[in-house]
Nanobody, 124 residues
Framework: QVQLVESGGGLVQTGDSLRLSCAAS????????MGWFRQAPGKEREFVAG????????AYADSVKGRFTISRDDAENAVYLQMSGLKPADTAVYYC?????????????????WGKGTLVTVSS
């Protein structure tokens, strides 16, 4: 089992920055590819960003490319999402996810482990 706990959400204004953190415990963190997803009210949960085991490969949804940056610190068993230029459309619950298959992270399919989420609200 892998336990994931997100933090760092909150209420911000348009254009602000925010950094989300996800603390992992349980199995060896470095064995897992990691991702951030989000779910806005009334919408499906969608892929935001992914990072592979070694941290050398990242991927982003088109809607956040150039504004969000995913990173990981295996020594701290943590993954981060640095968000800048926030827009009201970024308002959502943000979830951290872990999987041993990078394609499952990128395609939001059959993901092994999820956190409970942290709410980000961007006011206009």
């Amino acid at each position: 089992q892998v336990q994931l706990v997100e933090s760092g959400g909150g209420l911000v204004q348009t254009g602000d920055s925010l950094r989300l953190s996800c603390a992992a415990s349980g199995r060896t963190f470095s064995n897992y590819h990691m991702g951030w997803f989000r779910q806005a009210p009334g919408k499906e949960r969608e892929f935001v960003a992914g990072i592979n085991r070694g941290g050398m490969i990242t991927a982003y949804a088109d809607s956040v490319k150039g504004r969000f940056t995913i990173s990981r610190d295996d020594a701290e068993n943590a993954v981060y999402l640095q968000m800048s230029g926030l827009k009201p459309a970024d308002t959502a619950v943000y979830y951290c996810a872990a999987d041993q298959d990078y394609n499952e992270i990128i395609n939001n399919r059959g993901i092994e482990y999820w956190g409970k989420g942290t709410l980000v609200t961007v006011s206009s």
